[in-house]
Antibody, heavy 114, light 110 residues
């Protein structure tokens, strides 16, 4: 059973970089696709981007210049960096894996505020 | 990329059937059989209910089913139960090699 767990700061200042890590257990990160999805409070889901088993990435065009997703196979982790954040980036951030977003972390709330 | 279009809310009584639509374009829903549906209870992570338009992951009840016609996909829940009350989101692969979600539908079991 694949399990995912997000970790990172819950508070980020405006204009700074949001950094989150997702640790994968019960499966290898060299399989599947690994995505980040976010959900602003009271709103819907927004796909941020993914990295695949070969290290190839693709991002939501809305974030393309600000987002980087990377993988650390030695730690079975993948990470999200979102730069130049504003209050509009306040959301619950989920990591997810599988070919169909089969597996989800519990989510972590990141608030952008000074 | 534009979000897929879902009704904001649907409702039904226990035992009834409901259908939630998800409308996109030929660049996403209509162009690929890669439509998924997710169930989200308040304060919880989404759960995959349907993938590749019609397939159910192991453990998902048979009363959940999916279909697609043209640019519109649908999720049908038959024999509604109180525990089905949740938000439902569709998603689709796109011709930009990205994924896009619908705005979500709140299902109320009366």
């Amino acid at each position: 059973q694949v399990q995912l767990q997000e970790s990172g700061p819950g508070l980020v200042k405006p204009s700074e970089t949001l950094s989150l890590t997702c640790t994968v257990s019960g499966g290898s990160i060299t399989s599947y696709y690994w995505s980040w999805i976010r959900q602003p409070p009271g709103k819907g889901l927004e796909w941020v981007g993914y990295i695949d088993y070969s290290g190839s990435t693709n991002y939501n065009p809305s974030f393309k210049t600000r987002v980087t997703i990377s993988v650390d196979t030695s730690k079975n982790q993948f990470s999200l960096k979102l730069s130049s954040v504003t209050a509009a980036d306040t959301a619950v951030y989920y990591c997810a894996g599988g070919y169909n977003l089969d597996y989800w972390g519990q989510g972590t709330l990141v608030t952008v505020s000074s | 990329q534009s979000a897929l279009t879902q009704p904001a809310s649907v409702s039904g009584s226990p035992g009834q059937s409901i259908t939630i639509s998800c409308t996109g374009t030929s660049s996403d829903v209509g162009g690929y059989n890669f439509v998924s549906w997710y169930q989200q209870h308040p304060g919880k992570a989404p759960k995959l209910m349907i993938f590749d338009v019609t397939n159910r992951p192991s453990g998902v009840p048979h009363r959940f089913s999916g279909s697609k016609s043209g640019n519109t996909a649908s999720l049908t829940i038959s024999g509604l139960q109180a525990e089905d009350e949740a938000d439902y989101f569709c998603s689709s692969y796109t011709n930009s090699r990205t994924w896009v979600f619908g705005g979500g539908t709140k299902l109320t079991v009366l």
